[in-house]
């Protein structure tokens, strides 16, 4: 803090040290600096080894003071002032062996306290006020160890725009929504390990390695969207159907999933491409990794009314799939239900309520929510809203809703609602409140946050 302050006063003009005059003579550890003006530019002690050592001073090229702190042998220990050129006082606080320590204020050019709170071993402490310039927006947090700990308040002309708990740096509460179901933390741990398992090598399979990494990335994204995701294996048997699904597919040169038979190739392998293409899903270019992106992705104008292929991605009841390819066509086997659907959960949201990976989303993709419980939804009287949130997660304007969609059941889940909206961020600490209304704005039947935070990586290439 003391760099950034000090920045506001930094030195305007070369200067140079200067021995003390003759009156000073009798005390050697006193340093002078003047400005070519030869108005005092800076005075301090130093200590026998030539650390600054007691009060150090600093003057404007006016003569105005805007700098006074206490040295101990080369460290900051005892108390700090910043002023303005014009002398208005910008910061006072406490050090102790270079530390922040103690008490800690600083202002607005009007005099009015911007901030003020202590410090304990270089970290917040306690109870921290923050004042804008007018007086009128005030927010008040409590630290422990530097972290956010207990309670944050934004107040505007002392009405509560916010009322949020805080855990360890981490916030608990906003409002009655708990916003983050898994900390962040812990959410890119898991996701890592999870896209870090070793590969088993299969030497009768040349594409084994593929194949896995692929089921590693699928995994992924079940995990992050809170579906059963460990036990899923691949099937070695779908996984020659899936080979001939993109081989017709290439042969052809378009993705079908009732393929016609392309000149030349033999009956039986057609017959597999058939069942392979009419069970998978399939995409073209990049590698059979990059696919599974492309299916959570959905969101081209031929796909977003449905997301089919996601919406299989994320069947719950999935534990088997398996992962073919032809050169850049590729085929995932999609049709499996025999895992059973897990108890308790009532909607699949995509991107997943709480933390998210930048690299498990995209701007340009669609916000889903599969349910499945519940009655049928009328696109007539769904209303959908996503407000980007400050850093004090107070919500601004909505961004505009560009495609919204009621989905029918068939795709893996049951009704799926699918909404976009237009100038989306995604980059680490945007964060968006979601709100989705079934019956025409009335209620709120879905009402969720939204934060992107750092990669899980390793990214599919």
């Known amino acids: 803090m003391p760099g950034a302050f000090q920045s506001a006063v930094a030195v305007l003009a070369c200067f140079a040290l200067a021995a003390a005059p003759a009156a000073q003579e009798a005390n050697p550890n006193e340093r002078v600096a003047k400005w070519p003006s030869g108005n005092l530019h800076e005075r301090y002690m130093v200590d026998e080894q030539g650390n600054k050592h007691g009060n150090f001073e600093r003057w404007s090229p006016s003569g ?3 700098l006074f702190e206490v040295y101990s042998h080369g460290k900051l220990h005892g108390m700090h002032r910043e002023w303005t050129e014009t002398g208005t006082l910008v910061c006072q606080m406490s050090f102790q062996d270079d530390q922040f320590d103690g008490p800690c204020e600083t202002f ?11 410090y304990r071993d270089g970290k917040k402490t306690g109870k921290w006020t923050e004042t804008d310039v007018t007086g009128e927006r005030k927010r008040t947090a409590e630290y422990r160890e530097g972290q956010l700990h207990g309670t944050v308040r934004v107040q505007l002309k002392g009405r509560q725009l916010t009322h949020q708990t805080w855990k360890r740096g981490e916030l608990t509460a906003l409002g009655e929504l708990a916003p983050f179901p898994v900390p962040r933390e812990s959410l890119l741990s898991q ?14 399979d040349p594409k084994s390695a593929l194949r896995q990494e692929a089921l590693l990335r699928l995994r992924a994204y079940r995990f992050l969207c809170g579906l059963p995701h460990g036990e899923m294996v691949l099937s070695p048997q779908w996984n020659e159907l899936c080979d001939a699904a993109a081989e017709v597919c290439r042969r052809n040169g378009k993705l079908d999933h009732h393929p016609v038979q392309p000149p030349g190739m033999d009956d039986k392998r057609y017959q597999q491409g058939v069942e392979g293409a009419g069970h998978s899903n399939l995409a073209v270019g990049g590698t059979v990794v990059d696919s599974v992106d492309n299916y959570m992705d959905d969101s081209d104008p031929g796909n977003i009314g449905r997301l089919g292929h996601r919406r299989w991605c994320l069947n719950p009841a999935m534990k088997k799939t398996a992962f073919g390819t032809d050169e850049n066509f590729h085929a995932m086997w999609s049709m499996d239900s025999s895992g059973g659907s897990p108890k308790g959960l009532e909607a699949i949201y995509y991107p ?3 933390y998210v990976p930048v690299d498990f989303f995209s701007a340009e993709r669609a916000f889903s929510i599969a349910l499945l419980k519940g009655g049928s939804v009328k696109a007539s009287e769904l209303r959908a809203s996503i407000r980007p949130l400050d850093e004090d997660y107070l919500p601004g304007e909505p961004l505009e809703i560009t495609d919204r969609h009621v989905a029918d059941a068939g795709y893996g889940t049951g009704t799926c609602i699918v909404f976009r909206g237009k100038g989306l961020r995604v980059a680490v600490g945007a964060r968006y409140l979601v709100e989705v209304s079934v019956d025409g704005g009335v209620s709120q039947a879905h009402q969720y946050l939204v934060e992107f935070c750092e990669p899980a990586g390793p990214v599919a290439k």
Do not use: F, M
């Open 64 to 66: 105005v003071r805007v």
């Open 108 to 118: 607005h050019e009007n005099g009015r306290t911007a901030t003020s709170g202590s």
């Open 191 to 204: 996701l890592r390990q999870i896209l870090g398992t070793e590969k088993v090598a299969d030497g009768a």
């Open 352 to 354: 997943p309520r709480g």
